[in-house]
């Protein structure tokens, strides 16, 4: 079963830091890219950073730069979120989510790339609160 | 960035009737980057809809996407009672960041 289970949410004081984790189960990890995505409380879905499969490229949201840092260990197939300088706004609810894209040729012979997050896991809750 | 506009913001119906939600783009972008995902109350968002017009494995029939360009619409024929959700669209343009639509909130009328 393909399964991501994100973990390290919590309670933590505005300027402070926290560290996401998100174990992957299921499916060859090395192979896809991650993108992690947060929901403050009855709001809509942001998205947060997105990691590529080597790792070697990341990418951000403008309201995280400078502040998360993303990485993914591929030997221990974890995404990692490192928040830092937290601030009341970042309060939410964080979900991992896999990335399923794949290209095909269609009948016109046109190549075509679908890009969608096709797994994703429960979430964990960060809370900045003084 | 491109920025994604979805409406109705909530659109009440009942069981039975067809729901049409639209999301509207600020630029033009591939009709196979527009993708769709279901939420329900406390529980994670799921994917519809990817390619603008592909359902995703397991996805009831009853569910079509369509649109080109700027225009995108989600279309649910007959409303079952696990239907009623709220729905998002997502972009992936040329570069990241890959942002969504604020949502339409499917509600029992």
């Known amino acids: 079963e393909v399964q991501l289970v994100e973990s390290g949410g919590g309670l933590v004081q505005p300027g402070g830091s926290l560290r996401l984790s998100c174990a992957a189960s299921?499916?060859?990890?090395?192979?896809?890219?991650m993108t992690w995505v947060r929901q403050a409380p009855g709001k809509g879905l942001e998205w947060v950073a997105l990691?590529?499969?080597?790792?070697?490229?990341?990418y951000y949201a403008d309201s995280v730069k400078g502040r998360f840092t993303i990485s993914r260990d591929n030997s221990d197939n974890t995404v990692y979120l490192q928040m830092n300088s937290l601030r009341a706004e970042d309060t939410a609810v964080y979900y991992c989510?896999?990335?399923?894209?794949?290209?095909?040729?269609?009948?016109?012979?046109?190549?075509?790339?679908?890009?969608?997050?096709?797994?994703w896991g429960n979430g964990t809750r960060v809370t900045v609160s003084s | 960035e491109i920025v994604l506009t979805q409406s109705p913001g909530t659109l009440a119906l009942s069981p039975g009737e067809r729901a049409t939600l639209s999301c509207r783009a600020s630029?033009?972008?591939?009709?196979?980057?527009l993708a769709w995902y279901q939420q329900k109350p406390g529980q994670s968002p799921r994917l519809l809809i990817y390619?603008?017009?592909i359902r995703a494995t397991g996805i009831p029939d009853r569910f079509s996407g369509s649109g080109s360009g700027t225009d995108f619409t989600l279309s649910i024929s007959r409303l079952e009672p696990e239907d009623f959700a709220v729905y998002y669209c997502?972009?992936?343009?040329?570069?990241?960041?890959?942002?969504f639509g604020q949502g339409t909130k499917l509600e029992i009328k």
């Open positions: 997502q972009q992936y343009g040329s570069s990241p960041p890959y942002s």
């Open positions: 630029q033009s972008f591939s009709s196979s980057n």
């Open positions: 299921g499916f060859t990890f090395r192979s896809f890219d």
């Open positions: 989510a896999k990335d399923g894209s794949y290209g095909r040729i269609r009948e016109d012979s046109v190549f075509v790339y679908y890009y969608f997050m096709d797994v």
């Open positions: 390619g603008s017009s």
């Open positions: 990691i590529s499969r080597s790792g070697g490229g990341t």
